[in-house]
């Protein structure tokens, strides 16, 4: 299979968010994530309480937000990075379960460091991914990312962007 190029997408329309919602309805999807319990109904009770047809400034309150997005196809996933001092925490998913294992996740997570060093200013980016999310971790140790920390649950990366 031909695999297609991915874009880094910053605007993120209502359907967009239906679509994030239904992503964080699926336990398989959301088994390894950090991000707090409930977030599909947390998405929900945002579209259900305004109109609004563009939902980027709500999702760009804590760092840059971006849809991983296919041609032809829309969103198949989200990748998100948090400002800290010298670096930026990444957090990536891939939502649409039928794409995983394509590479769009590695395709993201390198557009991912580029907008950290050019946008963001930033010398290191950051991942804490669970202990038992063997692809995640497989894949940001594939790109160069290396363990700085390690906890019971979680496994703490680092790549820094200069070398």
């Known amino acids: 299979m031909a695999r297609k190029h991915i874009t880094l997408r910053t605007e993120v329309y209502r359907r967009d968010m239906e679509k994030m919602a239904e992503w964080m309805e699926d336990d398989a999807v959301t088994k390894h994530l950090n991000e ?7 998405l929900r009770r945002l579209l259900d309480r305004t109109t609004l047809p ?25 990748l998100r990075l948090v ?3 010298h670096a930026a925490e990444m957090v990536i998913v891939i939502g649409e379960r039928s794409q995983w294992g394509n590479g769009y996740g590695q395709r993201a997570v390198r557009k991912g460091l580029k907008r950290a060093a050019d946008e963001l200013r930033k010398e290191k980016v950051l991942a804490t991914i669970h202990k038992d999310n063997i692809r995640s971790r ?3 140790r594939h790109i160069g990312f290396t363990k700085i920390g390690e906890s019971e649950k979680e496994v703490k990366l680092a790549f820094d962007i200069n070398t």
């Open 36 to 42: 707090t319990q409930n977030i599909d109904r947390q």
């Open 54 to 78: 563009v939902f980027s400034p709500q999702l760009n309150r804590h760092g840059p937000f971006f849809l991983i997005t296919l041609p032809n196809h829309g969103p198949i996933g989200f």
């Open 83 to 85: 400002p800290k001092q």
């Open 138 to 140: 497989r894949l940001f």
